[in-house]
């Protein structure tokens, strides 16, 4: 029996299929085959016994107990003969050897450091040895039983551990897609253990783009197309041939925030195009627990100008949805005299961004419009449902700083609130509103990775600088008023590009998207700096602004951890990477490594910003250290070519969740390197990931977000962004094929 299969007789609906048993109550592993020390032939066998005192099954929970045995069949030649028996175990990957006092103790791996367990006077058959009595710590477990008998060097043992965990959540595991039928659908987990019962889940729809459903609130026969991007006035926006602009396949709707008023259940879900935009869907909840879209209607960004490239969000803690602004327009390269409105000289990305913002406020794209309306994108959104119609407010949190927004997210104190800053050489931020549940005023910080180890992931203490207090209204007047980066800063070309050296006087910086530049801030306009050009800024007073692709935020309360994901480690990440030119170089590691990993950041209270000054929180970040990291992969001239990180590891993690009490940590993907984007349950109990859903090719796993209790049920929301639009469009069937879909993994029970 393969390793693979003894950790999948954990699962009782595999056991019958690989050959092992189970009672009600126990975990039972007979006959496995034994290999000697020496590379000899043996004909022992060997067996194990974990016994629930619960009767609650595998796997296991943890407020079990479990009683571990073993069995040991001599080969033939060994009966009678007095023998060690030696026990060896591990628990999430540590080795442990146990003595004959039952203390266990480190073990390396070393035949002859082995300790005995007990002594047999004579082997019988059927030798029983007591591996462990009461075990109940959570955890991944393996164990080898073994014995040398008297006169002989040789230790016979079984040749594969016998596996099993003990954790209150345990995802049933998705195979990686192979055929191409796998490779076109949204996969996922057919069944979940909850504290040692099965409960049956899969991935359900709730609309897609295109979709045509009843207009949320409107008159009777009046539809909606879902995603379709919508004017200041309402009305719809096309593309270059006429048709609607649905924000479909080119990205798509991303998180999505489910969201009660009164009895009336929503769903809100932003849009990740170069406009932006919401739809808010009213859903129906059967008895079932299943979710059904009744109706939609966009949302109504009017007052803040519309909105854009709206990636991550969350569902705060008092019920609204709190979106993002993604990759803000580079104003310090803004050139008002480009022919053409070629203002950034990116004609497929920052230039179409401010047509698209023309369009929508329906105004001429001209460089006095495009230079005040730049500052009015790179914020963090909010909508607020007010009635059971769907009527809602939106927002701008102007005071909460302005960059690349891949995600705010809000602490237990409703009021320290984590921002995540996407893209290459950018910053982390954390922002502290004056009231809890009001994010319209507040102090915002930025983070400084002092580095304390280069290998793998690299490893930080955390300083936090502060930027100053302002409120929404201070920052919107300063945009209304015209404000320019002129008005801010001086900036001057480099004395010497190449080695990132300034005149005297003015700072070099290496930032998302300028790059190198040499500024001077203006006196006076330190408030307006720090929220017009938050990133800039932060790199004027010492922050860190190397970070490569900073993606998804979550929190575990159960440890009282932060994390955070990266989806690769390269650029301004690396030691001496050209991103370094002209910066601090903070950041050091040994080497890039492309398929990212998701750090953990240790939180605590009573914490000081670099000038000694208290920090109003309970929820401050003070290191930073890798806790999943992907691993780079060669399957050349495999069926498996077209991935180039570990199929069995996280590639280019993207946005995480995470399932409180149960400490199960949900990360989802944004890759090229898995053909299928997979999301994946981290077990911290066991230190084991299970993929839990796969996407079809081409697609990212956008926002997945746990909903504990909606009702009565538990729901892990999971959008399937641009499907066949990064890769293998030839795969897509038809037209359909390429709609993106808003969905769910469940229903759960409730598990709040």
């Not at 701008?396 to 921002?419: I, Q, S």
């Not at 004056?434 to 580095?451: I, K, N």
């Not at 800063?489 to 190449?498: E, G, Q, S």
């Not at 290191?623 to 570990?646: F, I, Q, R």
């Amino acid at each position: 029996m393969s390793q693979l299969s003894k950790t999948l007789c954990s699962i009782p609906a595999l056991m019958l299929a690989l050959g092992c048993t189970q009672s009600q109550a126990d975990l039972s592993v007979d006959k496995i085959a034994g290999v000697a020390s020496d590379g000899g032939s043996t004909s022992a066998t060997f067996g194990m016994r974990v016994q629930s005192q619960a009767g609650t099954g595998a796997p296991f929970a943890t407020d079990d107990s479990l009683d571990v045995s073993a069995q040991i069949a001599p080969a033939a030649g060994d009966l009678g003969n007095p023998a060690d028996l030696f026990l060896v175990a591990s628990q999430n990957g540590v080795w442990l050897n146990r003595d004959a006092g039952g203390v266990w103790h480190l073990w390396d791996g070393r035949m002859d450091a082995l300790l005995a367990a007990a002594t047999a006077a004579n082997l019988g058959s059927s030798q029983a040895i007591e591996v462990i009595k009461g075990l109940s710590d959570p955890g991944a477990f393996q164990a080898y039983v073994g014995y040398r008998a008297q006169g002989s060097s040789t230790v016979v043992y079984n040749s594969e551990p016998v596996s099993f965990q003990i954790s209150d959540l345990v995802f049933s595991t998705l195979s990686v897609p192979m055929t191409p039928n796998e490779k076109r659908q949204i996969r996922a987990s057919s069944s979940v253990f909850v504290e040692g019962q099965e409960h049956d889940i899969a991935y359900h729809d709730i609309v897609r783009t295109n979709q045509v459903l009843p207009k949320l609130d409107g008159a009777a026969g009046e539809t909606e197309i879902f995603g379709l991007l919508k004017d200041k006035d309402g009305d719809p926006l096309r593309l270059e041939d006429g048709s609607p602009w649905v924000c479909t396949n080119g990205s798509g709707p991303d998180h999505t925030s489910i969201l009660q008023y009164g009895s009336s259940l929503f769903a809100v879900t932003q849009l990740e195009c170069s406009l932006g935009g919401a739809y808010i869907t009213k859903l129906e909840q059967g008895g079932d627990g299943n979710l059904t879209a009744v109706s939609t209607r966009a949302a109504d960004f009017s007052d803040v100008y519309g909105t854009y490239v709206n990636c991550a969000g969350m569902t705060t803690p008092w019920g609204t949805h709190l979106g993002s602004e993604e990759y803000e327009p580079p104003m310090a390269l803004f050139d008002a005299d480009a022919a053409d409105q070629a203002w950034f000289n990116d004609p497929s990305w920052h230039d179409a961004h401010m047509q698209a913002i023309a369009d929508f406020n329906k105004i001429e794209n001209s460089a006095d419009n495009a230079a005040y309306f730049g500052y009015m994108f790179g914020w963090i959104p909010e909508v607020r449902i007010t009635s059971d119609n769907g009527d809602h407010e939106v927002a701008k949190h102007f005071a909460m700083g302005r960059f690349a927004h891949e995600l705010a997210y809000v602490m237990p104190d409703r009021r320290t609130v984590y921002l995540s800053d996407d893209g290459t050489n950018v910053g982390l931020f954390m922002f502290i509103a004056d009231e809890a549940e009001d994010l319209s005023a507040g102090t915002l910080y930025a983070a400084r990775w002092v580095q304390t180890s280069g290998a793998g992931a690299g490893s930080a203490n955390i300083e936090w600088i502060n930027l100053g207090h302002a409120t929404n209204e201070e920052v919107r007047a300063a945009i209304e008023s015209w404000t320019t980066f002129a008005d801010m800063f001086d900036k001057i070309d480099p004395l010497d590009a190449d080695a990132g050296t300034c005149p005297d006087g003015y700072l070099s910086t290496n930032t998302y998207d300028e790059g190198l530049l040499c500024t001077r801030l203006k006196s006076g306009m330190e408030q307006v700096a720090s929220r017009l050009e938050t990133r800039l800024y932060a790199a004027h007073m010492g922050a860190t602004t190397e970070f490569r692709k900073e993606e998804g935020l979550t929190y575990n309360p159960d440890d009282n951890v932060l994390y955070v994901a990266m989806s690769e480690l390269r650029k301004g990440m690396e030691d001496g990477s050209s991103n370094d030119v002209g910066g601090p170089n903070h950041i050091r590691l040994d080497e890039g490594n492309p398929c990212g990993a998701v750090y953990g950041m240790n939180l605590h209270g009573g914490a000081v910003d670099t000038a000694g000054r208290s920090i109003n929180s309970s929820y401050v970040a003070y290191d930073m250290h890798g806790v999943v990291v992907g691993t780079p992969k060669d399957y050349s001239g495999t069926e498996l070519s077209a991935n180039t990180c570990d199929v069995d590891g996280i590639a280019s993690p993207d946005n995480l969740t995470y399932l409180p009490k149960y400490r199960s940590l949900v990360i989802g993907e944004d890759t090229s390197a898995h053909q299928n984007d997979y999301v994946w349950s981290y077990d911290l109990n066991t230190r084991m990931l299970t993929r839990i859903a796969t996407t079809p090719y081409g697609a990212e796993t956008t926002s997945p977000f746990w909903h504990a209790n909606i009702g009565g049920y538990g729901y892990l929301t999971l959008v399937t962004q641009h499907p066949y639009g990064e890769s293998d469009e030839d795969q897509a069937q038809s037209p359909d094929d390429k709609e993106s879909h808003v969905g769910y993994i469940g229903p759960f029970p409730a598990l709040d």
